[in-house]
């Protein structure tokens, strides 16, 4: 089912609740558009890919097999000091 949409995305919750939109679930993650279900699931697939690669072309890493990023569980836009954070 589509859900009727204003034409003005300036419109206040009752509007959207009054337009079948509903609330919206909170998303976590990397830039708030993936579940954290969603994010660990490409996490897991691009190590599978990463790994299927290197199976494949050994020759193309050679320092170390290639791993994704470890995904920060903590982000700052300013992190604190060392001793604010004791106290």
Not at 6 to 17: E, I
Not at 47 to 72: G, H, S
Request: hydrophobic share 40%; aromatic share 6%; proline share 10%.
């Amino acid at each position: 089912m589509l859900h009727r949409c204003p034409d003005r995305c300036q419109c206040g919750v009752r509007q959207l609740l009054a337009a079948g939109q509903g609330p919206v679930p909170h998303l976590y993650s990397i830039i708030d558009i993936y579940s954290r279900y969603t994010v660990v699931r490409m996490v897991a697939v691009r190590a599978d890919v990463l790994t299927a690669v290197y199976q494949r072309t050994p020759e193309r890493f050679v320092n170390k097999p290639p791993t994704p990023p470890i995904i920060t569980t903590n982000v700052w836009i300013n992190q604190p000091d060392d001793h604010a954070a004791a106290q």
